[in-house]
């Protein structure tokens, strides 16, 4: 897979994973298309991925998205935060947002679960990426505590770029600055006094379009 959108002397290929493994993660979305397949940038430290790229680079590929032409794309940074708690044995995600375009506070509950996910080299020693496919369902307001105890609380800072394919968003690419703690209150405070983790992340908006054109490979 190549990322041609890059202007600058960045160029970006998945060059080895098991192709086996990856026709798994695709069955998932095809045998439920409502999953949600994404990729992210990091790097595997210990046998473990790490997420976030280093500044210079998520400042060059913003550069980038930014200065390309043919895609959708965000001129300024939406502030979401995101409180993970358990409720009832399961973990849960409340996302809170702010659009300035509609002037009111949004939020939204889910339970997400990982499905399964694959580590892919890339040809830039800087970098690798992993594949993932999970579910998401929503809960509704009427089913959530009147008060929850955080265990992890982030805060982003992110533009969204949305690559088309016959004026249809296919993919969409997130960029963030994030900041997480174990609470509100603290992870505003690191907002102001410490250095975001720079993440970058590829998600696939438009399933039924994927699926009717490319295989499982």
């Known amino acids: ?59 060059e590929i913003h550069d980038d998205l930014m200065g390309t032409t043919g895609i959708v ?4 940074w939406k502030e979401t935060m995101d409180v993970f708690f358990d409720h009832h044995g399961k973990e849960m995600r409340t996302r809170v947002s702010y659009p300035s375009e509609k002037m009111f506070i949004e939020k939204e509950t889910i339970i997400k679960k990982k499905l399964s996910s694959i580590l892919a080299k890339c040809d830039c020693e800087e970098l690798d990426f992993r594949i993932s496919v999970s579910s998401e369902e929503s809960v509704k307001n009427e089913d959530l505590p009147p008060i929850v105890e955080p265990k992890y609380v982030r805060l982003k800072h992110s533009k969204s770029f949305f690559l088309l394919k016959n004026n249809e968003n296919v993919w969409r690419i997130d960029i963030s600055k994030c900041w997480s703690s174990n609470s509100r209150t603290s992870v505003e405070e690191k907002q102001h006094t410490e250095t975001p983790k720079y993440e970058i992340e590829c998600e696939l908006v438009d399933t039924h379009t994927y699926l009717k054109t490319h295989d499982n490979c």
Request: charged share 35%.
């Open 1 to 59: 897979t190549d990322y041609n959108i890059f202007k600058s002397n960045l160029k970006l290929r998945i060059v080895r994973y098991k192709m086996e493994d990856y026709a798994k993660i695709i069955n998932y979305v095809r045998n439920n298309p409502k999953n949600e397949l994404e990729l992210r940038f990091g790097k595997k430290v210990d046998n473990k991925f790490v997420s976030g790229v280093k500044h210079d680079m998520f400042e």
């Open 73 to 76: 794309k965000s001129e300024y």
